[in-house]
T-cell receptor
């Protein structure tokens, strides 16, 4: 299994509070991604990173920010959580371009009340 | 608009038989396609992929077929086993990006 750890695995919080999810990898891969999975939508890309301090927006980036200060860590922050951000969040890593598959962590289930 | 579509939300197959999961796409720029399997409370696991320069790729019991003219790909599992019961996602990307576009998934149930 790819060395990807997501924390926390479960979180319940209230609307308006800030939330940070962490993804840690031990593979030294350059590319990291955050997705959310919702019924009827599959997985949708939120933000991705192609190197330390290099990040870009994905398909559903509104309300989210990311940071990557080290190769191994990619943080996803909800500055002011809303109920529409209740979801399961997955982190993925890959070696980069050249038709390399992405490998996923086990997810964080986030509930915003 | 959904660029990658899995029109069958669920599929039920008897053990030992063939499972065929289908996926359609609309973006002709997609040139790399993947299938992932997902068990409950786990992340998606990479299963098999295919480049647009091929029309078939095989790995053990799993074969992916690509029909570019129809913008259609399928995953064949032969023979199906109870452990194959999971949700299967197809995904696609273009040559100049590493970003994956996923379908909505098909839940496969393999019964004895």
């Amino acid at each position: 299994d790819a060395g990807i750890t997501q924390s926390p695995r479960h979180k319940v919080t209230e609307t308006g509070t800030p939330v940070t999810l962490r993804c840690h990898q031990t593979e030294n891969h350059r590319y990291m991604y955050w997705y959310r999975q919702d019924p009827g939508h599959g997985l949708r890309l939120i933000h991705y990173s192609y190197g330390v301090k290099d990040t870009d927006k994905g398909e559903v980036s509104d309300g989210y920010s990311v940071s990557r200060s080290k190769t191994e860590d990619f943080l996803l922050t909800l500055e002011s959580a809303t109920s529409s951000q209740t979801s399961v969040y997955f982190c993925a890593i890959s070696g980069g371009f050249g038709n390399q598959p992405q490998h996923f962590g086990d997810g964080t289930r986030l509930s915003i009340l | 608009d959904q660029q990658v579509k899995q029109n069958s939300p669920s599929l039920s197959v008897q053990e030992g038989r063939i499972s065929i999961l289908n996926c359609d796409y609309t973006n002709s720029m997609f040139d790399y396609f993947l299938w992932y399997k997902k068990y409950p409370a786990e992340g998606p696991t990479f299963l098999i992929s295919i480049s647009s320069i091929k029309d078939k790729n095989e790995d053990g019991r799993f074969t992916v077929f690509l029909n570019k003219s129809a913008k259609h790909l399928s995953l064949h599992i032969v023979p199906s086993q109870p452990g194959d019961s999971a949700v299967y996602f197809c995904a696609a990307s273009t040559d100049n990006t590493d970003k994956l576009i996923f379908g909505t998934g098909t839940r496969l149930q393999v019964f004895p």
